[in-house]
């Protein structure tokens, strides 16, 4: 039987909320209601030939509560004049939830549109479109007003998260809603209060002008000449943050940047030089470090699809860098070593010389294995030592 259902028309109504039209509409005073449903009755031969199905089909639409159903009349041959279900109306707001069961989730969004309307109105959009979301966060909601309060009257406030001074409201609280804080945020502050350049969880104090974490650098001076500490040697293991590596120029002319911490601590002593632990993806700690402009820059990362977008990556910043130990050759030496990347990246890579860009092309279409991978750690130091030995021979 295709008839609509008490079930279906709750259901109908059931879809509304589901998609926040419900609460939207009260969010912005709109003029809803009354709403009509889709009703889908019998045909005048399913009249004729099904009375009896008929009548209890109407019976149960007839005992729904919370529904206005317009009746129309038909004659049968049998049993005379009768009327059937023709139209289903829900006249109100609260006929609606009440029919779907969501009175107490109503009230609870009527008293956080109520709050928000007296303590940052600017926010009844978002609670229009997002209402649900709202819904969520009811536990919090007043606390999260409380930071979009304090921000609007200390913008850009140039402090740690750590001092915001709100009660209940502590660094991890604002950290464990970042999200949503900044749609917030986006809302209540004015445009000049918010750097639309920075996006995303990880720049959210950069974006609202608090105080972010120093960038930190971890590098190995591989020339004991060089060292920055005495007594001199070559396992000074030295961490600064990117402003004071920036002012380093330490005097090396070759500067090696490997992505494997044991590569990082097991790196030779080569001759006026030095060795930075990588960051993956993300070279913004080195940008201001203008110096390495002018040294011989290495990269050293693993012969996959991801090791040439990083290398491709880093020349952004600086466009004379040189690849170490992510050719061929070394490729096809250890392919006892080879193994198999989780995820390869095919995106085109413009800043690769032309050997990279070959070996590149192989990996991501998988013409010498599927997946194909060899790990920086996994090549022996022997051929690492080789190829720094034919580094120092060149210079």
């Known amino acids: 039987m295709s008839w609509t259902t008490p079930a279906d028309l709750r259901a109908q109504v059931n879809r509304l909320w589901e998609r926040g039209e419900l609460l939207a509409n009260v969010a912005v005073d709109a003029a809803s209601f009354p709403k009509r449903l889709v009703l889908k009755g019998p045909t005048s031969a399913e009249i004729a030939e099904r009375f009896e199905d008929i009548r209890q089909w109407s019976s149960a639409l007839r005992a729904m509560p919370h529904c206005r159903l317009q009746m129309r009349e038909f004659r049968h041959r049998v ?177 090696f940047i490997t992505e494997n911490e044991i590569n990082f601590l097991a790196f030779p002593p080569v001759d006026d030089s030095m060795v930075v632990f990588g960051a993956g993806y993300g070279f913004d700690m080195l940008a201001d470090a203008t110096w390495l402009a002018n040294r011989r820059v290495l990269y050293w990362g693993d012969i996959d699809t991801h090791g040439f977008a990083i290398l491709d990556q880093l020349r952004c910043l600086f466009g004379h860098v040189e690849s170490f130990l992510m050719d061929r050759e070394t490729l096809l030496t250890f392919t006892s070593q080879w193994d198999r990347e989780d995820k390869q990246t095919t995106r085109d890579l413009p800043r690769l010389s032309q050997d990279e860009q070959a070996l590149y092309d192989d990996l991501r279409d998988n013409r010498l294995r599927k997946n194909l991978r060899l790990e920086q750690e996994k090549i022996g130091f022997g051929w690492v030592e080789a190829a720094l030995g034919k580094l120092r021979r060149e210079t």
């Open 79 to 255: 049993f005379g004049a009768n009327a059937l279900p023709n139209e289903a109306w829900i006249d109100s707001f609260e006929e609606a939830v009440a029919l779907i069961g969501k009175q107490r989730d109503a009230a609870r969004f009527r008293s956080l549109l109520n709050v928000t309307r007296m303590r940052e109105p600017r926010l009844v959009p978002w609670l229009a479109k997002r209402p649900l979301r709202a819904l969520e966060l009811a536990e919090v909601w007043e606390r999260l007003l409380d930071v979009c309060v304090w921000l609007e009257r200390h913008p850009r406030p140039g402090v740690y998260l750590r001092q915001i001074d709100i009660v209940d409201v502590h660094t991890k609280f604002i950290e464990g809603h970042r999200g949503v804080l900044a749609e917030l945020l986006d809302y209540v502050l004015p445009i000049e209060a918010v750097d639309a350049a920075c996006s995303g969880l990880s720049q959210f104090s950069l974006r609202y002008g608090f105080r972010d974490k120093p960038l930190r650098i971890r590098f190995r001076m591989l020339d004991a000449k060089k060292a920055l500490f005495q007594p001199a040697t070559t396992e000074q293991d030295v961490t600064l943050d990117a402003a004071s590596f920036a002012q380093l120029d330490p005097g090396v002319s070759r500067v």
